[in-house]
């Protein structure tokens, strides 16, 4: 790279990895705290914590890191536009490929990043967040033991431990557990302790009984047991038939093309795999895709500063546009396997369509009229809103 392509490849690199580390932040503040009841309720809170913030990160950048390169790449250029330096290289002879280059550099490179996280190092963090998250759940029973009181496992399920016993086992166990519509059941042992068995960890309850509610009929049904055995990944779903296999996304790309005959979403729902495997192969295309969009939106050298602010709006627009295009095409893949290509059609579709428009010198600049009105009617818009007052209250 010559010099200007360096200067702008600097640039738009340093503001795109900003750009995705603040997103990346802010989004993974909001998953961390839809799982608070964990953090708050373990013994090690504080590792809990940086665990499961680092668990999240690969899905989160994957999922921002588009957007990061489009907010990073059109800042750098409107901002250069605004200081008339695209100009200045237009004048000079300069082609529209010194522009181009180091913002298509920066979309490869995230690109190739993408498909790696796609592929390998996702489906190994949705592993072991899934494996934390269960042993956070048995970490809840020590809790309980602690407190004495119910305690909140996750919505409509609640575990109360009267006592722990010499020895470490527990007695007086309650769990309410309401989560399906259809019925409660709670659990009642005089006696219980926590066993592994093959990395997993189960709530072994002697001496007890179930009973059970039917919500529709209001029949009640009372089973008493000698010993049950209660898995810790039923705490993670309201169907006894989730803790018997991994979700999709936490299984590997190899295991997605050749899945066991016998794995319990594979018989009753493959489209799930399907529609996973056809997620990680089309989702690694989007920041190449966003890179175009880039180049070909902002690229050039604007005099009309309403004119580039309108344009950019569009562009991020269309960006959001295929984004959303692309998560309904995966989800039809997966239903139905005649619509597999669409998900690839949807991520390849704007790198085709922009760089034609690109190679033909097809500019996106639209009416100097409708431009105008555009902007009259947002500027009214706008000054309707900051002229708005609520009105004055006064004593009655």
């Given at each position: 790279?010559?010099?200007?392509?360096?200067?702008?490849?600097?640039?738009?690199?340093?503001?795109?990895?900003?750009?995705?580390?603040?997103?990346?932040?802010?989004?993974?503040?909001?998953?961390?705290?839809?799982?608070?009841?964990?953090?708050?309720?373990?013994?090690?809170?504080?590792?809990?914590?940086?665990?499961?913030?680092?668990?999240?990160?690969?899905?989160?950048?994957?999922?921002?890191?588009?957007?990061?390169?489009?907010?990073?790449?059109?800042?750098?250029?409107?901002?250069?536009?605004?200081?008339?330096?695209?100009?200045?290289?237009?004048?000079?002879?300069?082609?529209?490929?010194?522009?181009?280059?180091?913002i298509l550099l920066i979309a490869i490179g995230l690109t190739l990043a993408s498909l790696v996280v796609s592929l390998f190092v996702e489906p190994w963090s949705n592993r072991s967040l899934r494996d934390l998250t269960r042993a956070a759940s048995a970490d809840l029973v020590h809790f309980a033991v602690q407190s004495g009181a119910f305690k909140k496992l996750q919505d409509n399920l609640y575990i109360q431990i009267g006592?722990?016993?010499?020895?470490?086992?527990?007695?007086?166990?309650?769990?309410?557990?309401?989560?399906?519509?259809?019925?409660?059941?709670?659990?009642?042992?005089?006696?219980?302790?926590?066993?592994?068995?093959?990395?997993?960890?189960?709530?072994?309850?002697?001496?007890?009984?179930?009973?059970?509610?039917?919500?529709?009929?209001?029949?009640?049904?009372?089973?008493?047991?000698?010993?049950?055995?209660?898995?810790?990944?039923?705490?993670?779903?309201?169907?006894?038939?989730?803790?018997?296999?991994?979700?999709?996304?936490?299984?590997?790309?190899?295991?997605?093309?050749?899945?066991?005959?016998?794995?319990?979403?594979?018989?009753?729902?493959?489209?799930?795999?399907?529609?996973?495997?056809?997620?990680?192969?089309?989702?690694?295309?989007?920041?190449?895709?966003?890179?175009?969009?880039?180049?070909?939106?902002?690229?050039?050298?604007?005099?009309?500063?309403?004119?580039?602010?309108?344009?950019?709006?569009?562009?991020?627009?269309?960006?959001?546009?295929?984004?959303?295009?692309?998560?309904?095409?995966?989800?039809?893949?997966?239903?139905?396997?005649?619509?597999?290509?669409?998900?690839?059609?949807?991520?390849?579709?704007?790198?085709?369509?922009?760089?034609?428009?690109?190679?033909?010198?097809?500019?996106?600049?639209?009416?100097?009229?409708?431009?105008?009105?555009?902007?009259?009617?947002?500027?009214?818009?706008?000054?309707?809103?900051?002229?708005?007052?609520?009105?004055?209250?006064?004593?009655?």
């Amino acid at each position: 790279m010559n010099l200007i392509e360096r200067y702008i490849f600097r640039r738009a690199f340093s503001l795109t990895m900003s750009t995705l580390c603040i997103t990346t932040v802010i989004v993974l503040i909001t998953q961390v705290l839809l799982r608070v009841d964990i953090l708050t309720q373990t013994s090690e809170s504080l590792r809990t914590f940086l665990m499961l913030s680092l668990l999240l990160i690969p899905s989160m950048a994957l999922l921002v890191a588009p957007f990061a390169l489009l907010i990073g790449g059109s800042q750098v250029l409107n901002t250069m536009n605004a200081d008339s330096e695209l100009a200045v290289i237009e004048a000079s002879g300069g082609s529209s490929w010194l522009t181009a280059k180091p913002i298509l550099l920066i979309a490869i490179g995230l690109t190739l990043a993408s498909l790696v996280v796609s592929l390998f190092v996702e489906p190994w963090s949705n592993r072991s967040l899934r494996d934390l998250t269960r042993a956070a759940s048995a970490d809840l029973v020590h809790f309980a033991v602690q407190s004495g009181a119910f305690k909140k496992l996750q919505d409509n399920l609640y575990i109360q431990i009267g006592e722990e016993l010499p020895g470490g086992d527990f007695g007086g166990i309650f769990i309410i557990d309401n989560r399906d519509p259809t019925k409660n059941i709670i659990y009642y042992a005089k006696r219980g302790s926590i066993q592994s068995f093959n990395d997993d960890d189960f709530l072994l309850m002697t001496d007890g009984e179930i009973q059970q509610k039917n919500i529709q009929t209001n029949a009640i049904s009372v089973i008493r047991f000698q010993s049950y055995a209660l898995d810790f990944s039923d705490f993670g779903s309201a169907s006894k038939d989730h803790s018997a296999f991994r979700f999709p996304k936490e299984r590997s790309t190899a295991y997605l093309f050749h899945p066991d005959p016998n794995d319990p979403v594979f018989k009753s729902r493959p489209g799930l795999l399907r529609a996973e495997l056809h997620r990680r192969f089309s989702d690694w295309l989007y920041p190449l895709a966003f890179g175009v969009i880039t180049i070909y939106f902002a690229g050039g050298a604007r005099s009309n500063r309403e004119e580039r602010l309108w344009s950019m709006t569009f562009a991020g627009l269309i960006a959001l546009g295929f984004r959303a295009a692309g998560f309904v095409a995966v989800n039809n893949a997966g239903r139905n396997p005649e619509t597999a290509f669409i998900p690839y059609i949807v991520a390849l579709a704007p790198v085709v369509i922009f760089t034609a428009l690109i190679l033909f010198g097809k500019t996106a600049r639209g009416s100097q009229k409708w431009t105008d009105k555009a902007g009259e009617i947002f500027f009214h818009l706008l000054g309707r809103l900051s002229s708005f007052r609520p009105a004055a209250g006064g004593g009655g």
